[in-house]
Nanobody, 129 residues
Framework: VQLQASGGGLVQAGGSLRLSCAAS????????VGWFRQAPGREREFVATIARSETTTYVADSLEGRFIISRDNRKNTVYLQMNSLKPDDTAVYFC???????????????????????WGQGTLVTVSS
């Protein structure tokens, strides 16, 4: 499965963007999917994740209330809705699927980058002040 993030762009502070993570060569329905971001000179940072079950999600505490993760399994796509954007949100955003390490409950999620694979090329989000 190959993943591709899209939907980034330039937005003013306070604005919104919706990122999409689409899969090709397979289905995302069998995997939890995570969003991460990396700003220049900084380490990759966890943003949000959604379980295979779709009903279990987790957003980084610092982003809770502004970012929402969701998935549409019919479209084989995971979304990241970003609201009230701040200049500090400027980064390249990546999506990845949970690494297969054996059977896990449909509600299983993880937040460490090492728990994910099939990283696609990211999409750049730039928030101007």
């Amino acid at each position: 499965v190959q993943l591709q993030a899209s939907g980034g762009g330039l937005v003013q502070a306070g604005g919104s963007l919706r990122l999409s993570c689409a899969a090709s060569g397979g289905t995302l329905t069998s995997y939890a999917v995570g969003w991460f971001r990396q700003a220049p000179g900084r380490e990759r940072e966890f943003v949000a994740t959604i379980a295979r079950s779709e009903t279990t999600t987790y957003v980084a505490d610092s982003l809770e209330g502004r970012f929402i993760i969701s998935r549409d399994n019919r479209k084989n796509t995971v979304y990241l809705q970003m609201n009230s954007l701040k200049p500090d949100d400027t980064a390249v955003y990546f999506c990845a699927k949970l690494r297969s390490r054996g059977p896990v409950p449909p509600t299983y999620i993880a937040i460490a980058p090492d728990d994910y694979d099939s990283w696609g090329q990211g999409t750049l989000v730039t928030v101007s002040s």
